[in-house]
Structures are given as C-alpha cells and as structure tokens.
Nanobody
Framework: QVQLVESGGGLVQAGGSQRLSCTAS????????MGWFRQAPGKERDFVAA????????NYADSVKGRFTVSRDNAKNTVYLQMNSLKPEDTAVYYC?????????????????WGQGTQVTVSS
C-alpha cells in the first residue's frame, strides 16, 4: 500500500509561482508513474501532468503547458509540480496520484493511489 502526502499549497497572487510536493511511502516509488490532478469547486477532477518512472517522459494538460513543470526525485520518494504564471482559474485542490505501470496516463481510473490533496488559491 502506498501513501501519498501533498504539501506546498496556499494562497498566491496571479502571476506568481508555487511548488507542490508529494512524498510517497510504503512502496517502490521509482516504479510508479506519478500524476497530478486538480479539482475546482463544483467541477470534475482533471488531469494536470504526469511523469514516467525515470522522469525522462512527461505529459501536460494543454491548460498548463508551458507554465507548469512536473519533476521527481526518486531518492527522496518525491514528485514536484512547479507552477509559474499562475492564473485565478488554476485555483483548485491539487492531488497527486501513483500508477503501478510504466505507461503515463491522463485518465483518473488508471491511477491506483491518491493523496488527500492540497488547496491552491490564486487571487486576482
């Protein structure tokens, strides 16, 4: 069983930056595809970004491409989401998720483990 704990959320002004972290325990972190998703109030949970085992492959939602960067440090069992040029529409609860295969996916049901989420609020 893998436990995921996100951190780094909070309040930030539009145009600012924030970095989220997600630390895993209880599994072989380097063998999980890691994903970031977000859920705004009253909306469905959407894909944001994902990263392969080694970090050599990434995938982004169009809405964040060029502004967000996903990375991982397998020695620290941690995946990061660097968010730049934040917009009010980025306001959401951000979740990290782990997938027990080598293939990156943008689909929620493909992920096996989820964190509890961290709130990011972008003020205009």
């Amino acid at each position: 069983q893998v436990q995921l704990v996100e951190s780094g959320g909070g309040l930030v002004q539009a145009g600012g930056s924030q970095r989220l972290s997600c630390t895993a325990s209880g599994g072989t972190f380097s063998r999980y595809v890691m994903g970031w998703f977000r859920q705004a109030p009253g909306k469905e949970r959407d894909f944001v970004a994902a990263i392969s085992w080694s970090g050599s492959a990434t995938n982004y939602a169009d809405s964040v491409k060029g502004r967000f960067t996903v990375s991982r440090d397998n020695a620290k069992n941690t995946v990061y989401l660097q968010m730049n040029s934040l917009k009010p529409e980025d306001t959401a609860v951000y979740y990290c998720a782990a997938r027990r295969t080598a293939i990156i996916s943008r689909s929620l049901p493909d992920y096996d483990y989820w964190g509890q989420g961290t709130q990011v609020t972008v003020s205009s």
